[in-house]
T-cell receptor, first 114, second 114 residues
Framework: AQKVTQAQTEISVVEKEDVTLDCVYETRDTTYYLFWYKQPPSGELVFLIR??????QNEISGRYSWNFQKSTSSFNFTITASQVVDSAVYFCALKGTSYGKLTFGQGTILTVHP | EAQVTQNPRYLITVTGKKLTVTCSQN?????MSWYRQDPGLGLRQIYY???????DKGDVPEGYKVSRKEKRNFPLILESPSPNQTSLYFC?????????????FGSGTQLSVL
């Protein structure tokens, strides 16, 4: 069975602070895919990034960056210079080779105060 | 516009009264799936479909049924709803759930079972 753990239930920061959201996963598959999704207060789910298990390069997209470390089974997400619009629930997810199954973490509620 | 359409957005019903939540996508996607979102539990997969007439259980299928008679539609059926099925439901689709794919989500259906 596969599992995704987001240990941080809620995080509160002040605008312009950097914040890291943790994601730890478990899977027996050697090939798998990791995702991050954002759910703003409006409720829709927005895709942020996908990472393959064989590609450990970190990725940066504007103020967002992702650190993938297979050795610690972690796929952490950092927002640099946070903004109020970053306030949302963030979900980490894992797809292994089990056809069609996608497992989400519990989500982290991020609140950025002005 | 490419989208996943769920209906209704809000639904209040009573225990035991059969209901259907519809999901339709206009992107010719092969893969479709249903999730429920509950506080502290994140999103949990209910059922998924790899293609027409191909469906399989996710992590929490009990009390739900699905069908995939056409590629574009993937309705979620609750034959005898119970209060523990009160939740926020999301439908999602993807061209294929493979290496280069992301999920597109519907806007969600908030279901209350009294």
């Amino acid at each position: 069975a596969q599992k995704v753990t987001q240990a941080q239930t809620e995080i509160s920061v002040v605008e312009k602070e950097d914040v890291t959201l943790d994601c730890v996963y478990e899977t027996r598959d050697t090939t798998y895919y990791l995702f991050w999704y954002k759910q703003p207060p409006s409720g829709e789910l927005v895709f942020l990034i996908r990472r393959n298990s064989f590609d450990e390069q970190n990725e940066i997209s504007g103020r967002y960056s992702w650190n993938f470390q297979k050795s610690t089974s972690s796929f952490n997400f950092t927002i640099t210079a946070s903004q109020v619009v970053d306030s949302a629930v963030y979900f980490c997810a894992l797809k292994g080779t089990s056809y069609g199954k996608l497992t989400f973490g519990q989500g982290t509620i991020l609140t950025v105060h002005p | 516009e490419a989208q996943v359409t769920q209906n209704p957005r809000y639904l209040i019903t009573v225990t035991g009264k059969k209901l259907t939540v519809t999901c339709s996508q206009n992107m010719n996607h092969e893969y479709m799936s249903w999730y429920r979102q509950d506080p502290g539990l994140g999103l949990r997969q209910i059922y998924y479909s790899m293609n027409v007439e191909v469906t399989d259980k996710g992590d929490v299928p009990e009390g739900y049924k699905v069908s995939r008679k056409e590629k574009r539609n993937f309705p979620l059926i609750l034959e005898s709803p119970s209060p523990n099925q009160t939740s926020l439901y999301f439908c999602a689709s993807s061209l294929r759930l493979g290496a280069d794919e992301k999920l597109f989500f519907g806007s969600g259906t908030q279901l209350s079972v009294l």
